[in-house]
């Protein structure tokens, strides 16, 4: 058993939070580039957190052109046990309104522009996203803030444009929640990488399909965060402190994910790749090697 360790990967400002203490910005080298940003350290409630911004500080990387890779595997390094994503999103559902928050349970990834695994050419492994959120961390999200709307889909498309109400009206066909452009391959990734991995949803426009609404634009959008900020650094405090002390196995094994995900033989990998993956794959690859 270890002592969990909390990785927040959001937007500007959830990072200053009251009674983080021992705050240093942190680089982190990465075999798979460059993260989005440095990592904010501290600790709260006696434990350590880990923030890290994805679009980089003063929003300088699109949806598309972040290196989520690179983001995970140096959550990863740090020690990084479980990531609360937190992400902005349109709503696909007219009871979910505009400074609502959604802890999401299911995704479709419409993403295709963007590297979604740290495997591939010399070993390549398969890991199960059937149940794509740690059902663990989202129980200690929704038991942290009894707002929270609990369970739906979002869909994560590639942008960095917004959709156009053929889309929007298409999405709800098929009876998602909400749409973002974040969330993947981020929770491949993280899955791959064996962390617990949930995600808020702060709702911050209707899309584009809502007839009484106007269309989403970054005015509203950045409006809306500024005023969920408080209530979103409020909750990722509370879920510091819910978090045990020790940290046991993951029942559901996000923990475990790459158990038995590993396909190609010891002696058919290549070794270069072999020794990119020490942080995310180490533990099975000392296993199998």
Same mark, same amino acid.
């Given at each position: 058993?270890?002592?969990?360790?909390?990785?927040?990967?959001?937007?500007s400002?959830?990072?200053?939070?009251?009674g983080?203490?021992?705050t240093?910005?942190v680089?982190?080298?990465?075999?798979?580039g460059?993260?989005?940003?440095?990592?904010l350290?501290g600790?709260?409630e006696?434990?350590k957190?880990?923030?890290l911004?994805r679009h980089?500080?003063?929003h300088r990387?699109?949806p598309s052109?972040i290196?989520?890779?690179a983001?995970? *595997?140096?959550?990863?390094?740090?020690?990084?046990?479980d990531v609360?994503? $937190?992400? &902005? #999103?349109?709503s696909?559902?007219?009871?979910?309104?505009p400074?609502?928050f959604?802890?999401?349970?299911q995704?479709i990834d419409?993403?295709?522009?963007?590297?979604?695994s740290?495997?591939?050419?010399?070993l390549v492994a398969?890991v199960?996203?059937a149940h794509?959120?740690?059902?663990?961390?989202?129980?200690l999200?929704?038991g942290?803030?009894?707002r929270?709307?609990?369970?739906g889909t979002y869909?994560?498309?590639e942008?960095?444009?917004?959709?156009t109400k053929a889309e929007?009206?298409?999405?709800?066909?098929w009876?998602?929640?909400?749409?973002?452009m974040t969330n993947?391959p981020?929770?491949?990734l993280?899955?791959?990488?064996?962390?617990c991995?949930?995600?808020i949803a702060m709702?911050? *426009?209707?899309?584009c399909?809502?007839?009484d609404?106007d269309?989403?634009s $970054?005015? &509203? #959008?950045?409006k809306?965060?500024?005023?969920?900020?408080?209530?979103a650094?409020?909750?990722?405090k509370s879920v510091?402190?819910a978090l045990?002390k020790?940290?046991t196995t993951c029942?559901?094994?996000?923990?475990?994910a790459?158990e038995?995900a590993?396909?190609?033989a010891?002696e058919?990998?290549?070794?270069?790749?072999v020794e990119?993956?020490?942080?995310v794959?180490?533990r099975?690859?000392k296993q199998s090697?």
């Amino acid at each position: 058993m270890t002592a969990p360790f909390l990785g927040v990967i959001g937007g500007s400002g959830l990072y200053q939070i009251d009674g983080l203490a021992s705050t240093r910005w942190v680089e982190v080298k990465s075999p798979f580039g460059k993260p989005s940003d440095a990592i904010l350290t501290g600790e709260l409630e006696g434990l350590k957190v880990a923030f890290l911004p994805r679009h980089g500080r003063g929003h300088r990387h699109s949806p598309s052109t972040i290196n989520y890779r690179a983001n995970i *595997d140096a959550l990863k390094r740090l020690g990084v046990t479980d990531v609360l994503s $937190v992400s &902005a #999103v349109g709503s696909l559902k007219e009871s979910l309104h505009p400074g609502d928050f959604l802890l999401v349970d299911q995704f479709i990834d419409r993403t295709f522009a963007r590297e979604k695994s740290f495997f591939g050419e010399g070993l390549v492994a398969h890991v199960s996203m059937a149940h794509p959120v740690c059902g663990r961390l989202a129980n200690l999200v929704a038991g942290a803030d009894s707002r929270i709307a609990r369970g739906g889909t979002y869909v994560v498309m590639e942008g960095p444009q917004f959709s156009t109400k053929a889309e929007s009206e298409l999405y709800r066909s098929w009876g998602a929640s909400v749409i973002g452009m974040t969330n993947m391959p981020e929770a491949k990734l993280a899955r791959e990488a064996e962390l617990c991995y949930a995600t808020i949803a702060m709702v911050t *426009d209707y899309d584009c399909w809502h007839p009484d609404h106007d269309h989403v634009s $970054v005015d &509203a #959008v950045v409006k809306v965060l500024h005023a969920n900020a408080d209530r979103a650094r409020g909750l990722i405090k509370s879920v510091v402190a819910a978090l045990p002390k020790a940290r046991t196995t993951c029942p559901q094994g996000c923990d475990h994910a790459l158990e038995y995900a590993l396909i190609t033989a010891p002696e058919a990998r290549d070794p270069k790749l072999v020794e990119k993956l020490g942080a995310v794959a180490g533990r099975v690859l000392k296993q199998s090697g």
